[in-house]
């Protein structure tokens, strides 16, 4: 499994409400949800994400509230995987849950630059900068983890096992 894209870089604790602001949450629709993604820190961001780019962030990425938005409206931008120095916990657990990959690794989150070409091996943990050619170690998934991502989300993969 494999995501590759155009980095989109951010600092240090970026909370869920600037992921997606609480006052677009009068809908459950995630395609309309995903169209304020960043917006308050970034507010070109979906009009320039592609599918399969590749977020970068410093410490504590995803802090706040423990609302499953956050993780489901930057999936559902286009967003191949965050990768961050360190991520909040209930964060961390939702981007699994709903499908959104995601690694920690200080060294690339340091180094990594906005509009840097990046690809990440989720089968090995690499990742690598093109723009500078340098490559990066993570923890690789383990393969039941890459088996929710791949099916779009833990209750994804819970049907798909029954079907």
């Known amino acids: 499994m494999k995501a590759e894209g155009k980095v989109f870089k951010y600092g240090d604790n970026v909370d869920t409400d600037v992921i997606i602001p609480a006052r677009y949450l009068n809908t459950s629709d995630a395609k309309e949800l995903s169209t304020h993604c960043m917006e308050d820190i970034d507010a070109e961001f979906v009009n320039k994400v592609s599918k399969g780019d590749i977020m ?23 967003i191949g995987c965050v990768i961050a120095k360190s991520f909040a916990r209930i964060f961390y657990r939702n ?29 090995t943990g690499v990742i690598t900068n093109h723009t500078i050619c340098k490559s990066y ?25 029954t079907r």
């Open 56 to 78: 970068v962030a410093g410490w504590n990425f995803g802090c706040g509230s423990s609302r499953e938005h956050a993780p489901l409206v930057i999936k559902e931008s286009g």
């Open 95 to 123: 981007a699994i849950n709903i499908g959104l990959a995601i690694l920690e690794c200080e060294e690339a989150a340091e180094e990594i630059k906005t509009g840097d070409k990046v690809s990440v091996d989720f089968n």
């Open 137 to 161: 170690k993570a923890g690789a998934f383990p393969e039941f983890i890459q088996n929710i991502i791949k099916k779009g989300g833990l209750l994804a993969s819970i049907d798909a096992g």
